[in-house]
């Protein structure tokens, strides 16, 4: 048989590793809903993704556009699109961070 102070415990610390996940989760959802901006060519591309890295949208300045360097064209869209993936991932460890660093030695979670 369970010590009386056995079983309480660990339900609560089963309760307690429940409320992380669902504070985990939601954390996960306000990040997929909140959009990032990121620039390359001192403002001439802007892209916008979400805190999840989905690319929502972009923004190509007229005088980026050259017909005949459409590489350099590509290069600021790729720039932009990493910048803003970038900042994503920073806006990620902020908000994710404190919920999963207890978390990382507990089997199962993948993290």
Request: a negative charge.
């Amino acid at each position: 048989m369970f010590s009386g102070g056995g079983q309480p415990n660990m339900q609560q610390l089963l309760q307690q590793a429940q409320k992380m996940q669902q504070d985990l989760a939601l954390a996960q959802e306000e990040l997929a809903r909140t959009e990032v901006d990121g620039q390359a060519g001192g403002g001439l591309v802007k892209a916008t993704v979400t805190g999840s890295g989905e690319l929502r949208a972009l923004v190509i300045d007229p005088k980026a556009v050259d017909p005949e360097d459409t590489e350099t064209l590509a290069d600021l869209v790729v720039a932009a699109v990493q910048a803003a993936n970038e900042n994503a991932q920073q806006l990620a460890q902020q908000k994710l961070g404190p919920l999963t660093q207890g978390l990382g030695g507990m089997p199962g979670l993948p993290f």
